[in-house]
C-alpha cells in the first residue's frame, strides 16, 4: 500500500497559478500510475490527469493548456502545476496511486488515496 500526503492548496485569485504536491511512500516511487483528481462540493470526484510508469501523462480536457503534472522520483513527489485558474478549478485536489504501471482516469481504478488539498479560486 501507498502513502500519499498532498499539500500546496489555497486561495488565489481567478487568473492565478498553483502547485500541488504529493510526496509518496511505502512503495518504490515512480514504478506505478499515479493520477489527479478534484472534487468540488456536491459532485463527483472527477479526473484531472494520470501519469503512468514511465512518465507519459495524460490531461481531462478541461485543463489541457492550463496544467500540468510533473515528477521528481528523488524526491518521491509528484506535482500538478496549474496556472490561468478560473473559479470552477474550486475544488478538494486528490493524489491517487495505482497498483500498475498504466494510468487511469477511473477513480475506481485507483488504489490509494491521500487526505486532499482544498484549492480555491476567487472571482
Known amino acids: 500500500q501507498v502513502q500519499l500526503v498532498e499539500s500546496g492548496g489555497g486561495l488565489v485569485q481567478s487568473g492565478g497559478s498553483l502547485r500541488l504536491s504529493c510526496v509518496g511512500s511505502g512503495r518504490a516511487f515512480g514504478s506505478y500510475a499515479m493520477g489527479w483528481f478534484r472534487q468540488g462540493p456536491g459532485t463527483d470526484r472527477d479526473f484531472v490527469g494520470s501519469?503512468?510508469?514511465?512518465?507519459?501523462?495524460v490531461l481531462a480536457n478541461s485543463v489541457k493548456g492550463r496544467f500540468n503534472i510533473s515528477r521528481d522520483i528523488a524526491k518521491n513527489t509528484l506535482y500538478l502545476e496549474m496556472n490561468s485558474l478560473r473559479p470552477e478549478d474550486t475544488a478538494v485536489y486528490y493524489c491517487?496511486?495505482?497498483?500498475?504501471?498504466?494510468?487511469?482516469?477511473?477513480?475506481?481504478?485507483?488504489?490509494?488515496w491521500g487526505q486532499g488539498t482544498q484549492v480555491t479560486v476567487s472571482t
Open positions: 501519469v503512468n510508469w514511465l512518465g507519459r501523462v
Open positions: 491517487a496511486a495505482r497498483n500498475t504501471v498504466g494510468g487511469s482516469s477511473y477513480a475506481h481504478d485507483y488504489d490509494s
